[in-house]
Nanobody, 127 residues
Framework: QVRLVESGGGLVQAGDSLRLSCVRS????????LGWFRQAPGKEREFVAS????????YYVDSVKVRFTISRDDDKNTMFLQMNSLKPEDTAVYYC????????????????????WGQGTQVTVSS
């Protein structure tokens, strides 16, 4: 079992930055790929970014490319999402997720591929 706990959300103005963190505990694996998803009110959960188990590969949804950066510090079992130039449309609950992958460069982008999920952290961007 893997436990994921997100933090770092909050209320900011358009153009501001936030850094989300996701701390992993329990049966973490060196083969864990990690991802960020978000869900706005009335909308389905949306893929945001993922990072491969070896940290060498990342993937982003087009709407956040250039503005968001995903990273991981496996010494601290922590994943980050640096969000810059935030827009009102980025408002959502942000979730981190993990999955054991077969290949260290895999970057899963489908929610159903992930096995473990955090409880979410709210990000609200005012205009």
């Amino acid at each position: 079992q893997v436990r994921l706990v997100e933090s770092g959300g909050g209320l900011v103005q358009a153009g501001d930055s936030l850094r989300l963190s996701c701390v992993r505990s329990g049966s973490v694996s060196s083969r864990d790929a990690l991802g960020w998803f978000r869900q706005a009110p009335g909308k389905e959960r949306e893929f945001v970014a993922s990072i491969s188990a070896n940290g060498g590969n990342t993937y982003y949804v087009d709407s956040v490319k250039v503005r968001f950066t995903i990273s991981r510090d496996d010494d601290k079992n922590t994943m980050f999402l640096q969000m810059n130039s935030l827009k009102p449309e980025d408002t959502a609950v942000y979730y981190c997720a993990s999955v054991v992958t077969m290949f260290s460069m895999d970057t899963p982008i489908v929610a159903g591929q992930y096995h473990y999920w955090g409880q979410g952290t709210q990000v609200t961007v005012s205009s």
